[in-house]
């Protein structure tokens, strides 16, 4: 079985091997060779084309969103307007039987998760 050494022994016995064991002398070519190296690491592009792809689709998506927003005609967007008013009150109204139900269903889950440490730590007390 290993000794366990101290950190101040651990100290000792690398002072020691740093004053008494003699430096190697550095190669000459190692400048040389780190340097050819780094010239030839080629930098990795910050856009690819899958990026560039990308961007394209969803500008045009955009684009045709707006183009189609501007050309609808006046009635349509009343009724969508319309549309979007009742929905808005209909989650009012909702809302009064929503709300706690997410506040519960938050506290259930929330309590699933918390007893099973709570039970691992009552277990594993020691009297």
């Given at each position: ?11 000792v016995?690398?002072?020691?091997a740093l004053?008494?064991?003699p430096?190697a002398?550095?190669p000459?070519s190692?400048?040389t060779?780190?340097?050819?190296r ?10 690819t084309?899958?990026?560039?792809a990308?961007s394209l ?18 009635i349509?967007l009343i ?7 009742l ?5 009012l109204?909702?809302?009064r039987?929503?709300?706690p ?12 998760l ?7 730590m009552?277990?594993d007390?020691?009297?």
């Amino acid at each position: 079985m290993d000794n366990q050494l101290t950190p101040e022994q651990e100290n000792v016995i690398i002072e020691d091997a740093l004053k008494n064991h003699p430096l190697a002398p550095m190669p000459r070519s190692i400048t040389t060779n780190v340097m050819a190296r780094i010239q030839k690491d080629v930098r990795p592009l910050l856009i690819t084309w899958n990026d560039f792809a990308l961007s394209l689709v969803i500008a045009l998506c955009i684009g045709a969103l707006f183009f189609t927003v501007q050309s609808l005609p006046p009635i349509v967007l009343i009724k969508l307007r319309i549309q979007g008013i009742l929905l808005y009150q209909d989650i009012l109204v909702n809302a009064r039987w929503l709300v706690p139900s997410l506040f519960f269903g938050l506290a259930s889950i929330l309590s699933a998760l918390t007893i099973p440490f709570l039970v691992k730590m009552t277990l594993d007390r020691r009297w």
